[in-house]
């Protein structure tokens, strides 16, 4: 034994390759979508000019946004009504269906019993469904919660259903070994295990919830008594105000990706310390 | 210094009988026999382990004395406990169990999972805090409370399941492979810390394994199960003094109890009639 080397400070190509590539990555990861829905506006706006489009067909982004900017008064508020209606129906979904999944989880012929039901109710198209609610619901806000609510538990249903029929067999004995109680098994055991499979029902349940409550205000609005953005929608598009009806549709799937957003990154707080999902890559 | 076939002589380090195992066998709605007639007396104390290949039922038993699963034949014999029969019912503070895997709550930190068998009897956080830091001690996790078990070595997670099955001071201690899938390095300490804990808190353990060299190293009784169907093939005693560290590893005399064991071992596996497969 001489000397020791010193440490090697370059990087070899190989590396320098892998450190080059990672760093575009990541900046193209924004800006690479960013580029393209740029050029698709850019597109959107020279395909109007070069073919004299007429406003009522098919506004340029400008004036789509000067609308948003010109009938925010009315646009917000109706976005507020919308907002209220997939909230709230969010929120039953939650309830309703991490509530029946608890309740399935209790016993495998409750689960065998009712999940045909659940089922059924998923699979019915909701505009089908519609003119039932309609006869049998006259709170208007109640017609359009069921509505959405309809739509959006399944997919907490199923997922948390699964969640807590996926625990650990071992882990199962072990509870079993320290005489734990039904309640403690689900309380300590069963929920949190389950926790990100309903996340991840929670993740499509909140898209699902926007879907819904607009898809009722669409069939409710149909008769007038809706003042939703998709009553919004159904009048401009009555009235061939196209400028309006382009910023209601941007606004509502602007709504749309930020519950995604919301949703992803609350179960990514929730899970990052323990779970693969949520745990960075790596090499 | 010597290994020897004992039918009913106690050990040195055995005191009465815990517990007995009275013509026990266990068979599956399958029709597979997992264990006939097995006769076995755990004494106060015993380092046991259960020896065997594949598929000769140690598993099987191992759960059985847990209450995890009932005899189809045969008892379980608790002695001083009242009761004859207690693996399904009775004070479960008794036994704790290590798995083959850690078997932990991945969402749980480290004080939380060895907190866990206290927090379903109802002890508070608070009450159990002591109780809980001195396991972690003994299992050298200090500093460690607050880490989860993705955060862990393989040898890390399972110290943490040996505090949780230990912090309810239970008088029998039920292993299930424990360190089968350790690196030797990290299985080597795991069992120097496991004698010394032994050694010190004074509690019986049933150890299933299928290595020769693990089960001579850490018991004073090793029972060599065969398979098809699975049933005890022969006791031995291993009539070294503890405690036992690494010279002892290295030692002559440990070379010839292991080679005399793994003689039995051979003589247990060849006995089994039939095709070998694989599968528990």
Same mark, same amino acid.
């Given at each position: 034994?001489?000397?020791?080397?010193?440490?090697?400070?370059?990087?070899?190509?190989?590396?320098?390759?892998?450190?080059?590539?990672?760093?575009?990555?990541?900046?193209?990861?924004?800006?690479?979508?960013?580029?393209?829905?740029? =050029?698709?506006?850019?597109?959107?706006?020279?395909?109007?000019?070069?073919?004299?489009?007429?406003?009522?067909?098919?506004?340029?982004?400008?004036?789509?946004?000067?609308? =948003?900017?010109?009938?925010?008064?009315?646009?917000?508020?109706?976005?507020? @009504?919308?907002?209220?209606?997939?909230?709230?129906?969010?929120?039953?979904?939650?309830?309703?269906? @991490?509530?029946?999944?608890?309740?399935?989880?209790?016993?495998?012929?409750?689960?065998?019993?009712?999940?045909?039901?659940?089922?059924?109710?998923?699979?019915?198209?909701?505009?089908?469904?519609?003119? =039932?609610?309609?006869?049998?619901?006259?709170?208007?806000?109640?017609?359009?919660?069921?509505?959405?609510?309809?739509?959006?538990?399944?997919?907490?249903?199923?997922?948390?259903?699964?969640?807590?029929?996926?625990?650990?067999?071992?882990?199962?004995?072990?509870?079993?070994?320290?005489?734990?109680?039904?309640?403690?098994?689900?309380?300590?055991?069963? $929920?949190?295990?389950?926790?990100?499979?309903?996340?991840?029902?929670?993740?499509?349940?909140?898209?699902?919830? $926007?879907?819904?409550? @607009?898809?009722?205000?669409?069939?409710?609005?149909?008769?007038?008594?809706?003042?939703?953005?998709?009553?919004?929608?159904?009048?401009?598009?009555?009235?061939?105000?196209?400028?309006?009806?382009?910023?209601?549709?941007?606004?509502?799937?602007?709504?749309?990706?930020?519950?995604?957003?919301? =949703?992803?990154?609350?179960?990514?707080?929730? $899970?990052?310390?323990?779970?693969?999902?949520?745990?960075?890559?790596?090499? | 210094?010597?290994?020897?076939?004992?039918?009913?002589?106690?050990?040195?380090?055995?005191?009465?009988?815990?517990?007995?195992?009275?013509?026990?066998?266990? +068979?599956?709605?399958?029709?597979?026999?997992?264990?006939?007639?097995?006769?076995?007396?755990?004494?106060?104390?015993?380092?046991?382990?259960?020896?065997?290949?594949?598929?000769?039922?140690?598993?099987?038993?191992?759960?059985?004395?847990?209450?995890?699963?009932?005899?189809?034949?045969?008892?379980?014999?608790?002695?001083?406990?009242?009761?004859?029969?207690?693996?399904?019912?009775?004070?479960?503070?008794?036994?704790?169990?290590?798995?083959?895997?850690?078997?932990?709550?991945?969402?749980?930190?480290?004080?939380?999972? +060895?907190?866990?068998?206290?927090?379903?009897?109802?002890?508070?956080?608070?009450?159990?805090?002591?109780?809980?830091?001195?396991?972690?001690?003994?299992?050298?996790?200090?500093?460690?409370?607050?880490?989860?078990?993705?955060?862990?070595?393989?040898?890390?997670?399972?110290?943490?399941?040996?505090?949780?099955?230990?912090?309810?001071?239970?008088?029998?201690?039920?292993?299930?492979?424990?360190?089968?899938?350790?690196?030797?390095?990290?299985?080597?300490?795991?069992?120097?810390?496991?004698?010394?804990?032994?050694?010190?808190?004074?509690?019986? +353990?049933?150890?299933?394994?299928?290595?020769?060299?693990?089960?001579?190293?850490?018991?004073?009784?090793?029972? /060599?199960?065969?398979?098809?169907?699975?049933? +005890?093939?022969?006791?031995?005693?291993?009539?070294?003094?503890?405690?036992?560290?690494?010279?002892?590893?290295?030692?002559?005399?440990?070379?010839?109890?292991?080679?005399?064991?793994?003689? /039995?071992?051979?003589?247990?596996?060849?006995?089994?009639?039939?095709?070998?497969?694989?599968?528990?």
């Amino acid at each position: 034994m001489t000397a020791i080397e010193e440490p090697v400070l370059a990087l070899d190509p190989e590396e320098a390759r892998r450190v080059r590539q990672e760093r575009f990555e990541r900046i193209g990861r924004w800006l690479l979508p960013l580029a393209i829905m740029i =050029l698709a506006i850019w597109l959107w706006d020279r395909v109007c000019v070069w073919n004299d489009i007429p406003k009522y067909i098919l506004p340029r982004p400008g004036v789509v946004l000067q609308t =948003l900017h010109d009938d925010a008064g009315l646009l917000f508020s109706s976005l507020l @009504v919308t907002l209220r209606i997939t909230f709230l129906s969010l929120l039953l979904a939650v309830i309703g269906g @991490v509530g029946l999944a608890v309740l399935f989880a209790q016993s495998k012929w409750v689960e065998m019993s009712f999940f045909p039901f659940a089922i059924v109710l998923q699979v019915t198209p909701i505009v089908a469904i519609f003119p =039932l609610i309609n006869i049998y619901v006259d709170n208007q806000t109640t017609k359009l919660l069921l509505c959405a609510w309809i739509v959006a538990f399944f997919p907490i249903l199923s997922n948390t259903t699964l969640g807590l029929n996926s625990v650990d067999r071992n882990l199962r004995d072990m509870f079993k070994l320290n005489g734990a109680t039904r309640w403690q098994q689900l309380r300590y055991l069963r $929920l949190p295990a389950a926790m990100p499979y309903f996340l991840g029902g929670l993740k499509i349940a909140g898209g699902l919830s $926007l879907i819904g409550a @607009v898809v009722a205000e669409f069939v409710a609005g149909a008769t007038g008594q809706s003042s939703g953005l998709a009553s919004r929608i159904i009048e401009a598009g009555y009235r061939l105000n196209a400028p309006r009806l382009f910023a209601a549709l941007i606004l509502i799937s602007l709504t749309g990706i930020l519950i995604f957003l919301v =949703l992803s990154l609350v179960s990514h707080l929730i $899970l990052r310390r323990w779970h693969e999902s949520a745990l960075r890559q790596e090499r | 210094m010597k290994l020897e076939k004992v039918a009913q002589q106690p050990g040195s380090v055995s005191g009465p009988t815990l517990l007995a195992l009275r013509g026990v066998g266990k +068979v599956f709605s399958n029709g597979v026999t997992a264990l006939s007639n097995v006769e076995l007396t755990i004494r106060e104390g015993d380092f046991l382990s259960l020896l065997g290949p594949s598929g000769c039922g140690k598993s099987t038993a191992l759960r059985l004395i847990a209450g995890l699963s009932t005899p189809t034949s045969g008892l379980l014999d608790w002695r001083g406990s009242g009761a004859r029969d207690r693996s399904n019912i009775g004070d479960r503070s008794n036994i704790g169990f290590v798995f083959q895997e850690p078997t932990l709550l991945p969402w749980a930190d480290v004080f939380d999972n +060895v907190w866990l068998p206290l927090r379903l009897r109802g002890v508070s956080r608070v009450k159990a805090a002591p109780t809980v830091m001195e396991m972690l001690a003994r299992v050298h996790l200090t500093g460690f409370e607050k880490a989860v078990p993705r955060e862990l070595s393989g040898g890390m997670k399972m110290r943490v399941s040996i505090a949780r099955a230990m912090v309810t001071k239970p008088r029998i201690l039920l292993m299930d492979e424990p360190f089968a899938a350790l690196d030797e390095i990290t299985r080597f300490k795991l069992n120097n810390d496991l004698l010394e804990l032994w050694q010190d808190q004074r509690f019986t +353990v049933v150890f299933v394994t299928h290595s020769v060299f693990e089960s001579v190293f850490l018991s004073n009784r090793v029972v /060599v199960m065969a398979a098809r169907p699975g049933r +005890v093939f022969a006791e031995l005693a291993v009539d070294a003094p503890y405690p036992r560290d690494e010279a002892f590893r290295t030692s002559p005399d440990y070379a010839a109890l292991c080679r005399q064991a793994s003689d /039995v071992l051979i003589g247990a596996i060849n006995s089994t009639a039939g095709p070998h497969h694989d599968g528990h």
